[in-house]
C-alpha cells in the first residue's frame, strides 16, 4: 500500500505538492493508500480539502484512503468537521447499471 509522509504545516502555499503526489499516486488505483501525520505541525482548510480531495478520488478508482499517525489536533478538525465520518464510509459496492434500472449519484 503506498504510503505518503505529510510532515511541517500542511497550508495553502504547501497543499498543492501534496496533491500532485495524491493524484500521482492514485493514477495507479492501488488498492489502498496511507497518509502518515507524524510529523504535521500545523493544517489549515486547504489541507483539509486535500484530504477531502484524496478520499474522494479514491473512490473514483475504487481505492481507501487510510490516515495514520493522526495528531491529537488534526484528529479533532476532522471531527469538528464531520470529515472523519466522511473517511469511515466503506467503498461504494460495484453494480451494473442495465436498460431500465435507476442510478442514483450522492457526493460528499
Same mark, same amino acid.
Given at each position: 500500500?503506498?504510503? #505518503?509522509?505529510?510532515? /511541517?504545516?500542511?497550508?495553502?502555499?504547501? $497543499?498543492?505538492?501534496?496533491?500532485? @503526489? &495524491?493524484?500521482?499516486? *492514485?493514477?495507479?488505483?492501488?488498492?489502498?493508500?496511507?497518509?502518515?501525520?507524524?510529523?504535521?505541525?500545523? #493544517?489549515?482548510?486547504? /489541507?483539509?480539502?486535500?484530504?477531502?480531495? $484524496?478520499?474522494?478520488?479514491?473512490? @473514483? &478508482?475504487?481505492?481507501? *484512503?487510510?490516515?495514520?499517525?493522526?495528531?491529537?489536533?488534526?484528529?479533532?478538525?476532522?471531527?469538528?468537521?464531520?470529515?472523519?465520518?466522511?473517511?469511515?464510509?466503506?467503498?461504494? $459496492?460495484?453494480?451494473?447499471?442495465?436498460?431500465?434500472?435507476?442510478?442514483?449519484?450522492?457526493?460528499?
Amino acid at each position: 500500500m503506498p504510503l #505518503i509522509r505529510v510532515g /511541517g504545516d500542511l497550508a495553502y502555499l504547501t $497543499a498543492a505538492p501534496l496533491r500532485a @503526489e &495524491v493524484d500521482r499516486v *492514485l493514477a495507479e488505483a492501488p488498492r489502498g493508500i496511507v497518509l502518515d501525520f507524524a510529523d504535521l505541525v500545523f #493544517i489549515d482548510n486547504s /489541507g483539509l480539502g486535500v484530504i477531502v480531495h $484524496a478520499w474522494r478520488e479514491g473512490q @473514483e &478508482v475504487g481505492t481507501t *484512503l487510510r490516515l495514520r499517525a493522526v495528531p491529537r489536533f488534526l484528529a479533532t478538525i476532522l471531527d469538528i468537521t464531520g470529515v472523519a465520518a466522511l473517511l469511515d464510509r466503506p467503498l461504494p $459496492a460495484t453494480s451494473t447499471v442495465g436498460p431500465g434500472s435507476q442510478q442514483s449519484a450522492a457526493s460528499a
